[in-house]
């Protein structure tokens, strides 16, 4: 996160302008439901890529957490007759409770361990939404969920259901920025980097890990009482293991330290299988097929991808190649030998400092 | 000698069938630099690691100023003023090295998350004021123009200054330093040394430091300690050290190392 | 509970336990060449049993032949997926792999739906299907079968660990890839025959399993989970503490099952797993790791 808090800022209005721009030119009542998915999708991935990322501990049961908030919501407000904007309210909130439950003692593991305790705990939620059968319905679903109303508003049209979604994802991604710009992202990063560092100067890190598992338990949930009050149906091979790997693999494909990137990744593969649904039976097949590419030919993810095809591009406006080439060359020079680094390569880093800053002069210190 | 900041008292440390230490005493007085030095394997870095609470000592009491340390986590050591550098550099690597420093103020200037989370009036200011402590600092140890670089793009040298930059951030009572010059060739050494001294007059530090040079720590240091196989063997003024002819035989009888 | 429904109990436990094992097995081997656990490991153990049915049914051979057929099949797909999926990308993080692995076990799932459709077969037993009384319990024979040709792979896996030049470089490449390699061993190769032996081992845990609780193109999901929880559950990166998981795991499943609920048998696996886990956090026969800060 070297750009500065108002480049993010200014991504996240582009992000919007786009997504509110968006369904008037499809047109389609099919393609807004998929553009629906693909927002709470990005939801959840966004906080995973907080966790994930930049954090670096991995979590293979967020689908429980947003299956866990959807049939929350679903019992209170369809069997118990709660208000919608309550029982959505007590559906994150539990998801939440149960992060915050599980990652004390789930977040003292490491690496392999964290991934199967997470796995484990995604796997008895999922057993549980299909066998509790009188408060979930069991495999064939939770049906009559009422159509989301908040403050006495109903949402009655699937545009206006859309819009308060893109509101919400806005939201989520406000907050990742703020966390990210601020102490909290700091030490995040930190501790990803080294947890012994960060202790040394004084993180509490075990803290620090159940804040953002918290965070991105309630942003899944978040994600789940919408996804609940949307489709008005939910059942519980939505909320298995696989959609755990399946976001996952959204977080790692859109680019794992970034949150445009994850963003990317959930619409990608939201809407890949919609389009390769043409092919019928091959489906899965193309499905498995292009992700294996895609990880093997953009190591970085698409964001990455896209970042230097953009730079590419870049270059070949401003035929400045042999400069590229210099500095590319300079690089790696500069790797081989870090350790007997002379004073000329400092003075050409200085020089290009007062480059940059003159560039950055007009965006003031805002970035932290 | 002044009064004494930080006290260790018979400190024992095994790691299963290996006594790593047994019954170091260590005091390291105010304002003053106290070197732990050692043939390899000694137990100096293991010294260091139970001081900062990286490993857990079974036996000994630690005391800083008038706090009784002895269970505390190394996040709450730190808070309390005890901070370590590490011998294998560990630098927060995917940061600029601004970000490296202010991550040292972390525990300084605390606010609830949820100023973090909501970007307050509260929080704004507060990353302000230590983004710009954190350039003081960066220019203190002479990194101030790099300030916005990545920390991994850095040469080995300026990495070990970053380090230390980093730790002065925390504002510690007592600085760790876990040979600070190992890596460094003989002019880098020399401004190591001279910005260890001007870093304990300028933030007012008592400093711990283990160390190989020996050039260094006869330079910088006001008292030191052997270890030998996990052991002290002498104390003193660095002048007196030099003559001990136990710690000499320990330094010659290296080789089975 | 009476004696008879316990070893009932503890039979089948052990039968399914021993493919467990044998899975954890296949992850254990690459995960300690690569660092990484392949998620395609599951799909190796459906493949065993697919092809083995495939080649049945098919081709009309003799049920010996078309084991032996399909897991030579299967360990030639092993030897493909690091060939082609593995080996051009071995540098990049261990977490982008972790994907491709699981991209080929889409894609292996995909092929299987396509070629088998969605049906379960049966593989028929390899001696007969009359039970045999054990103590008042039912003893089905194919059950020994498992129980033999786990162990016997157990075995001789052993000895090639131990034993062969090959096996030797396989462990050293796992303590320290670089230092191996400075020796002379070719990593590449052992990364590749890790593989190779990580397919077999699972195609025959698939085929001797495929009798007794049938096998479907998708059986290699829920095989997969239990192998890597047995894994972790013996301690990642020990071989015979991943087979012991398997039949830990495999036990207490089938006891879950018959005393408290089979609806909630996998569930209770995983509860046991995760009490453990957060019990002893390295499993139950992994090495406390001697950090060194």
Known sequence: ??????????????????????????????????????????????GLSLLVGHAGQISLGHAGFYGLAAYTTAALSTTLGVPVGLSMLAGVGASAAVAALVGLPALKL??????????????????????????????????????????????????????????????????????????????????HTSEKAAQAMGIDIARYKLFVFVVSAAFAGLAGVLYAHYLTFIAPASFGFSFSVQLIVMVVLGGMTSVPGSIVGAFFLTVLPEFLRAFENVEIVLFGGILVLCMMYLPDGLAGGFNRLWRLVWRLIYVRADKYRQNRQDRQDRRDRQESQDRQDVQDRLEMLDRQDNMDGKDGGDNG | MAEPLLVCTDVGVRFGGLQALSGVDLTAGTDEITAVIGPNGAGKTTLINAVSGMVQAQRGTFRLGTDDITRAQPHERSRLGLVRTFQNLEIFSNMTLLENVMTGCHARLRVAPWHSLLRTRTSRAMEKAIQNEALEVLDFVGLFELAKYQARDLPFGKQRLLELARALAARPRLLLLDEPAAGLNMSETQLLADLILRAREHFRLSIVLVEHDMDLVMRISDQVLVLCFGQVISRGAPAQIQRDPQVIAAYLGDDED | M??????????????????????????????????IINFAQGEFVMLGGMMSVFFMRALGLPEPLAIVLAVAGTTLLGALVERLAIRPVRDCPAINLVIITIGVSILIRGAAMLLWGKDTFALPPFSGSAPVSFFGAALMPQTLWVLAISLLILAGLKTFFSRSIHGKAMLACSYDPKAAALVGIGVDRMVLLSFMISALVGAVGGAILAPITLTSFDVGVMLGLKGFAACILGGLGNPFGAAAGGLILGVLESLGAGFISSAYKDALAFVILLVLLFVRPSGLFGRKDGKRV
């Not at chain 1, 500065?4 to 997504?19: E, F, I, K």
């Not at chain 1, 968006?22 to 439901?33: D, E, K, R, V």
């Not at chain 3, 009932?8 to 995960?31: C, D, E, K, R, W």
Request: charged content about 10%; hydrophobic content about 50%; proline content about 3%.
């Open chain 1, 110 to 191: 490491k690496g392999h361990y964290l991934a199967m305790a997470t796995l484990g705990f995604g796997v008895i939620l999922s057993i549980l939404f299909n066998e509790t059968v009188e408060i979930t319905g069991g495999p064939s679903g939770f049906t009559g969920i009422p159509r989301l109303s908040l403050f006495g508003v109903e949402f009655s049209s699937d545009l206006s259901v859309y819009y308060l979604i893109v509101a919400l994802l806005g939201l989520v991604v406000w907050l990742s920025f703020n966390i990210l710009h601020s102490r909290v992202g700091r030490a995040l990063r930190a501790l």
């Open chain 1, 1 to 46: 996160m070297s750009m500065g808090y108002r480049y993010d800022m200014r991504w996240l209005a582009g992000l919007l302008l786009v997504l509110a721009l968006l369904p008037p030119l499809l047109g389609n009542n099919y393609y807004l439901t998929v553009l629906t998915m693909c927002c709470l999708n990005a939801m959840i991935a966004v």
């Open chain 3, 2 to 35: 009476d004696l008879p429904s316990l070893l009932q109990y503890l039979i089948t436990g052990l039968t399914v336990g021993a493919t467990y094992g044998l899975t954890a097995l296949g992850f254990t081997i690459i995960f300690n060449t690569t660092g």
